[in-house]
């Protein structure tokens, strides 16, 4: 698989950035921060959703108040 670093997934229904992938295992923050919620996700475990997120995102309260 190529490597994901920096892309949006999903994963167990939220959308993270991947910040590393290594081995086949990824470590997953938030979108607009820095914390990491995962480490050592299977990379099999996420799905590439950079244009549903920013779909979502775009119909947003917070996005139409900016």
């Known amino acids: 698989m190529?490597?994901?670093?920096?892309?949006i997934v999903k994963h167990m229904g939220g959308?993270?950035?991947?910040?590393s992938h290594?081995?086949?295992k990824v470590n997953l923050?938030?979108?607009?921060?820095?914390?990491?919620?995962y480490k050592g996700v299977s990379e099999f475990d996420v799905v590439e959703a950079e244009?549903?997120?920013?779909?979502?995102w775009s119909r947003s309260e917070t996005?139409?108040?900016m």
């Open 51 to 56: 244009a549903e997120f920013y779909d979502q």
């Open 29 to 37: 923050a938030g979108v607009f921060g820095g914390r990491i919620y």
């Open 15 to 19: 959308f993270y950035r991947v910040t």
């Open 63 to 65: 996005y139409m108040c």
């Open 2 to 7: 190529k490597n994901l670093k920096g892309s």
């Open 22 to 24: 290594r081995a086949q």
